[in-house]
């Protein structure tokens, strides 16, 4: 007899456990869920990943985030005046911005402002020499170039409407190449 107690009292605290359990996550079961379930992506860089976010300053001061650009693809170009495919590439990235910047679309440049052998020859290369019109913030502590593993310059990732990473580059991209990788995400 004193077995069955002990048996019942378990199976309660059992169910009791299981019950409030369920109900945290709202899965009750009495009542239907009409709530939307929330997935958990994990933050990093590789494809399917939720991109790091971070928060630099323009050339003008201004602060920007990655995140002010969720809802539009992401094309995120880390770069430094002094590199020759960087400099190949900024063309192309300028043309596509150009043509794509209404579409929800937009590059996001970010320079690696301290691997700059000359800090002040950021601003002549942005408005002058190829007069970029897409967004451009300055990594001056380092911290973002380092987040993104930009070993090796250019180093571009291709950011979906949600935020999550779709592909890598490392190497200077085209215009071709530019528009099959946004063609082919959401």
């Known amino acids: 007899m004193k077995k ?14 299981g019950w409030g359990l369920m109900d945290l996550r709202g899965e009750s079961g009495n009542e239907p869920n009409s709530e939307t379930t929330v997935v958990d992506v994990e933050v990093g860089l590789n494809q399917g990943n939720l991109a790091p976010d971070f928060e630099l300053e323009t050339l003008e001061g201004e602060p920007l985030k990655l995140s002010d650009f969720r809802g539009e693809k992401v ?9 020759p495919p960087c400099r190949a590439e900024m063309p192309h990235m300028q043309d596509y911005y150009e043509k794509h910047k209404n579409d929800g679309v937009t590059i996001l440049g970010v320079n690696l402002t301290t691997q700059e052998r000359n800090k002040d020859a950021v601003r002549p290369f942005v408005y ?3 007069q970029l019109t897409f967004p451009v913030v300055l990594d001056v502590d380092g911290d973002i170039g380092a987040m993104y593993q930009a070993y090796s ?6 950011i979906d409407t949600e935020g999550l990473v779709q592909n890598k580059v490392i190497g200077p991209m085209s215009y071709e190449m530019m528009e099959t990788m946004i063609n082919n995400i959401n």
């Open 4 to 17: 069955q107690k002990n048996l019942i009292v378990i199976l309660l605290l059992v169910g009791l456990i």
């Open 75 to 83: 094309i995120l170009n880390l770069w430094a005046t002094w590199c």
């Open 128 to 130: 002058e020499e190829f």
């Open 153 to 158: 310059i250019p180093t571009t990732y291709v």
